[in-house]
């Protein structure tokens, strides 16, 4: 039951990675413009990602830190505080965006707008929060996400040419629209290599107790887990270039992304579509919202848990509740969540060198991670890792400019 339970953290995760609303809405413009070119994109992504999440778990089980709180111990608070700044930036965007992706999915199902629900998910995942523990989280979010399996079946019941999927899976360049193709291969990153998903999974398996006993499971969590979230986001990608390229439709409003799953699914198509798009997003706002309560606790050396009672713990549930005020506030300005969303995720590109770089240091520091350092191989990840973030931050904001229009 507790190797059950760890797996079901990777999985969580990997939801909360690939299938909320940022993962969506990338993969399906993808498909929806360059057909199959973009798989790539998401394949090194998951690549990066599979072996940062298997350190952020060894870095816990082994240490007994997460990364926040190992950074600001290792490399002290003013190299910590920095990045933090503005991953809470960041994490209201997203969770701004996550809500969103809920209500769409409500939308979809009762025609009544996205502001009039803004409210009252924000108020539902505060009570899943508050009132719930880590472990029921995880396991319901993971249970319920299996639903996204409907775009795998969806895809493959379209019969899509095997041969030009697998040539997507290797980089190329574009025939046209170049800065449209960098800006969604730049979002695709963003949306794949969260820096939440680091703070999220090292304080879970904390709070669940891993020790080195626990370092086998862990590989096994970080490769499903992640592995899980990135086939269901290649199907998304798969289901739109079937769908949306060939009648030239782009995304420009999730409406157009619903429509992904019909001609496979019939009648059953947009509400699937919906139940996918409102349980992942629900599981990723609790993810990101809790994951900066861990970040930020960790770096002001509060007390924090989600496994304890709230008035315990008075800080860090307060900034959770906080987050989630934020981010549900973002919907009731008007603000398109899909802009919204792609907004965040360029921005998350952008801040991702800062994320990246101290896995170098602490991974290789035999006080904290005695003989279980990094070898050659994840070294290797993590500075490519961090030279292809530095690049991707310097173009991003010029992407933006010509590309995300």
Known sequence: MKKFLQIALGILTGIGGFLEVGSVATAAEAGASFRYSLLWAIALGTICLIFLI????????????????????????????????????????????EIGGVSLALKFMTGIEVRVWAIPVTLLIWLAIWAGTLNAIEDTTSLLGLVAIAFVIAAVKMHPDLHAVLRGLIPSAPHQDAAHYWYIAVGILGATISPYMFHFYGSGAIEDKWNEDSLGANRVTAGLGMSFGAVMSMAVLVCAALVLAPRNIEVARYEQAALVMIPALGRWGLPLFAATLGVCCFGAAMEVSLATAFMLAQTLGWNWGENKKPDKEARFAMTYVVMLLLGGSLLLTGIDPLKLTMYAMALTAVILPLIALPFIVLLNDKTYMREHTNGPIGNTVVIVTIVMASLVALVTIPLEIMGGG
Do not use: C
Not at 74 to 83: H, Q
């Open 54 to 97: 298997e350190m952020t778990g060894r870095l816990a089980a082994v240490s007994k830190h997460a990364v926040a709180d190992a950074v600001r111990e290792r490399l002290g608070f003013p190299f910590a505080v920095i990045p933090r700044v503005a991953e809470i930036v960041v994490n209201i965007m997203v969770i701004g965006a």
